[in-house]
């Protein structure tokens, strides 16, 4: 058996990183911003507004998909809006499987996110008040960089996390060669084809490698950020 | 005025500017509570707060001035340095952000005041207690206040770290004219720094002053530890005796020997004498050890614990306080009015130089 990629292992694994790295930069805003509202903000409504943002995590991954393609497929209420005012399609589309991924990582980066804002002690942000700082300048200067470790932890995370996202962006982006087959829909492929054993078990091997190399990164990037800040 | 569940805050007092005001009381007294008014970071149930004739807070009108747009400088207990920054970084952050503040003092004169020259490139785990909060020193003072907050900067800091923090607000309190408010609760800070003070106890002011006026009121029994009750006295040093560490001081009309280094001829310093070490007579006494008599009479006698009583005696100006046993005072008999010497020993004094003011500044 050969140890090296066809060029359709190839594609699918450019793919993947395709997808999950636009998962993460389209989610990470959204994420700080979540985390933000989940840890500082006092609102009835709270509780389930948490629930829901960690649905996915709990919700099966077709469903979601599913309940995505209702939302923006051609006919849905966003899908219709969005094509008829920007031309954008997202079902079945890189696109949409970055949406699909997005969605489902989304409940681990807030995490991340949120555990580094729950440590930030807050005496730094009312000594930058007494400096002279308006909020948005406090936000920027100090509670951002010191969330910075939660939030790379949180990107890495959801980036290899969203490198073997599956049943979301099966039922939302379908499983088309070179447009939404990424590493683990051409895994699935191989499997349901006769003489895709040994594709299979490589790109089995490669998604192990990704997913180890992705949570390590994590955490040296992690502890190299708390030496710096002293911690 | 601040309720907090069982706890209610009620203070009001006013003072002379520049100056050390110190806010003195036990844990739990509301001084941290009474500062946090001050900056804006805790908004009162109902009050006022005034600086320099401009409002910051007023309940009535609805009046709350931002803390950042205050101008109050506040140092916490635990220095609160932004750990993602070297405290040259942390030094600049207030200046960057004092804008048309007029500037009265710039980076390089903080960094020499302060002695923070080896420290600018650290980050604030590489620093000691003592030289965290005086970065944080620098850092408030560079963002131009008008108003100085100390928040017991000394209290987490040990003895040998508070040594190397104490000069340092002594030469902002001597160089700077820069009003400050200084919360602690341990009496020899409030005598090294403080010219005025105010006294908090279960959330109320208890008597507020010149330090060496309130020294001698009988509220600061309830304040302090009964062996450090003792008359403040200001005085101005006239001789030295370097070889013995002594030096003379002119205080009222009479004259004290009193151990203190460093302070040369000319220079104002202040003693506490302690009520517990001094002793009161009637004639004067020959052969003792004692160093130091000082004529005066008896202003009044104030009951102490069981069995002792505090008696005031005027030394020509100054009051002093003296603690003796209720026996001698039935023995001596004595009266206001009466004239007594009272002995002091030198070596009993705790003394502290003070380089500014020439006077405390009065209220009458």
């Not at chain 2, 004169?109 to 030289?131: D, K, T, Y």
């Amino acid at each position: 058996m050969s140890l090296s990629l066809s060029s359709a292992e190839l594609e699918a694994l450019r793919l993947s990183l395709e997808v999950a790295a636009r998962s993460v930069v389209f989610s990470l805003p959204l994420a700080v911003l979540t985390a933000w509202i989940l840890t500082r903000a006092r609102f009835p409504g709270r509780t389930l507004f948490d629930a829901f943002v960690h649905l996915p995590l709990v919700l099966p991954p077709v469903a979601v998909g599913y309940v995505l393609l209702l939302l923006f497929g051609t006919h849905g209420p966003l899908g219709a809006w969005l094509r008829a005012h920007f031309g954008i399609q997202l079902p079945f589309t890189t696109a949409g499987a970055a949406l699909a991924t997005a969605v489902m990582t989304f409940p681990l980066m807030v995490r991340a996110i949120r555990l580094s804002l729950e440590n930030i002690d807050r005496g730094l942000e009312a000594a930058a008040r007494t400096l002279g700082a308006a909020p948005l300048d406090r936000f920027l200067t100090i509670t951002l960089p010191l969330m910075l470790p939660g939030i790379l932890a949180g990107a890495v995370t959801a980036f290899a996390a969203g490198l073997g996202e599956f049943g979301a962006v099966i039922t939302f982006a379908a499983n088309i060669p070179g447009v939404t087959r990424t590493l683990p829909l051409a895994l699935y492929t191989a499997m349901q084809s006769p003489d895709g054993d040994a594709t299979a078990l490589r790109l089995a091997i490669l998604s192990l490698l990704l997913g180890l190399g992705g949570l390590l990164a994590a955490e040296l990037l992690v502890r190299r950020v708390r030496r710096r800040l002293g911690r | 005025m601040k309720r907090r569940g069982e706890f209610t805050l009620a203070a009001a007092f006013a003072a002379p500017t520049p100056g050390v005001i110190a806010l003195f009381g036990r844990s739990g007294s509301g001084k941290t509570t009474l500062i946090e008014m001050l900056a804006g970071l805790l908004p009162p149930d109902a009050g006022e707060v005034q600086l320099a004739g401009r409002t910051l807070t007023d309940t009535r009108r609805g009046i709350a001035v931002a803390p950042e747009r205050r101008r109050i400088g506040y140092v916490f207990q635990d220095a609160r340095l932004f750990p993602h920054m070297t405290a040259a970084g942390n030094l600049r952050y207030g200046q960057k952000r004092a804008g048309a503040a007029p500037q009265f003092i710039r980076f390089e004169e903080v960094v020499e005041l302060l002695g923070l020259g080896a420290l600018c490139g650290r980050r604030p785990h590489q620093l000691s207690g003592g030289e965290r909060q005086r970065v944080a020193l620098g850092r408030a003072l560079l963002a131009q206040p008008q108003l100085l907050l100390l928040d017991e900067p000394l209290a987490s800091l040990d003895v040998a770290r508070r040594e190397e923090v104490l000069p340092y607000l002594e030469r902002l309190r001597d160089w700077l004219a820069i009003p400050m408010v200084y919360v602690s609760h341990q009496f020899d800070e409030v005598l090294r720094l403080a010219t005025w003070l105010v006294l908090l106890e279960g959330g109320r002011v208890l008597a507020d002053g010149p330090v060496g006026e309130l020294s001698v009121r009988a509220e600061m029994r309830s304040v302090l530890a009964p062996d450090l009750v003792g008359s403040v006295v200001d005085g101005l040093v006239t001789r030295v005796d370097p070889a013995v560490g002594t030096v003379e001081l002119a205080v009222g009309s009479g004259r004290l020997q009193a151990s203190l280094r460093d302070a040369p001829a000319g220079t104002r310093v202040r003693v506490q004498l302690l009520a517990r070490d001094i002793i009161l007579a009637t004639q004067p006494i020959h052969g003792l050890s004692v160093r130091n008599a000082l004529l005066g009479t008896v202003v009044d006698v104030t009951p102490d614990d069981p069995g002792s009583v505090l008696v005031k005696v005027d030394v020509g100006g100054p009051l002093v306080l003296a603690r003796i046993s209720t026996d001698a005072l039935e023995a001596l008999r004595l009266r206001p009015g009466d004239a007594v010497w009272a002995l002091v020993k030198a070596v009993s004094t705790r003394g502290h130089v003070f380089r500014l003011f020439g006077t405390p500044p009065r209220r009458d």
